[in-house]
């Protein structure tokens, strides 16, 4: 990818994933690769472990609450949006998982997954045996590290939303948080869809819909973005960033 906008995809993306040295550019794992000096050929047991699933369309899920949990899966693709469902039959946005991320590391303290994962767009995934990577894990440092960083950045990101922010403070970390993942993976830091519906950000950002909708509009007739249904531009990213600041601990 060459800082595409979200979610348009490279044909690379989808077609294969790298080349004999390289994993494919939205690898979850790469940094394990990186920190253990390994390349794709040196790291082989790891590669044998993937399996690519997909596509999946939107509203298809990847595992419902109760489901047996037996693996983690990376995104590769598109948008996948984690949430629960209250006794009351009430949504509870749990987060958005993007290209990179990976999904069901919450079920690794039991034996059936704690949330059901639906696909919001076309989504691609590289679903790993939990098992089969847990051994391999205890055999490279590297990759254990990782499920550790990655287990620890879900909890931090679910911890985020927690404090007495405004609902400005709200939707500036939401969309600097979106822009920085993005970025992270190759696609445009500045250009990006929002492919969840805004009743879901408002679900997750603990805001009513109409707040979201009145925050969006305001900073765009403050400058600060571009808004065109979903698509969104961030014209003057300082603002936004002071604006999160707090809520993303920079």
């Not at 940094?31 to 690519?52: P, S, T, Y």
């Not at 037996?70 to 009430?90: C, F, M, Q």
């Not at 490279?140 to 400005?168: E, K, M």
Request: aromatic share 6%.
């Amino acid at each position: 990818m060459s800082n595409l906008p979200f979610p348009r995809q490279s044909p690379r993306t989808l077609a294969d994933d790298g080349d004999a040295l390289k994993f494919c550019t939205t690898c979850a794992f790469s940094q394990a690769c990186l920190d253990e000096g390994m390349d794709k050929a040196a790291l082989m047991d790891l590669h044998v472990l993937v399996e690519h699933v997909g596509p999946l369309h939107a509203g298809e899920h990847i595992f419902r609450e109760g489901d047996p949990f037996e693996a983690i899966a990376a995104v590769r693709a598109g948008t996948v949006k984690t949430y629960l469902v209250d006794r009351d039959g009430h949504e509870h946005v749990l987060g958005f998982h993007l290209p990179g991320e990976v999904i069901g590391l919450n079920a690794i303290d039991g034996e059936t997954y704690p949330c059901n994962a639906v696909a919001l767009d076309t989504v691609m995934l590289c679903r790993f045996s939990f098992p089969k990577i847990a051994t391999l894990a205890s055999r490279l440092p590297g990759l254990q590290r990782q499920l550790f960083r990655l287990l620890s950045r879900d909890i931090g990101r679910a911890a985020l939303l927690a404090g007495d922010w405004s609902a400005d403070q709200r939707m500036a970390a939401f969309l600097i948080g979106m822009s920085r993942r993005l970025a992270a993976r190759g696609f445009s830091p500045d250009r990006f869809q929002l492919t969840m519906a805004r009743t879901d950000i408002a679900n997750y950002l603990r805001l009513a819909p109409e707040t979201v909708s009145r925050v969006l509009k305001r900073l765009q007739d403050d400058g600060l973005l571009r808004i065109d249904r979903r698509e969104v531009e961030l014209l003057e990213r300082k603002p936004l960033e002071a604006l999160a600041a707090a809520v993303l601990r920079d």
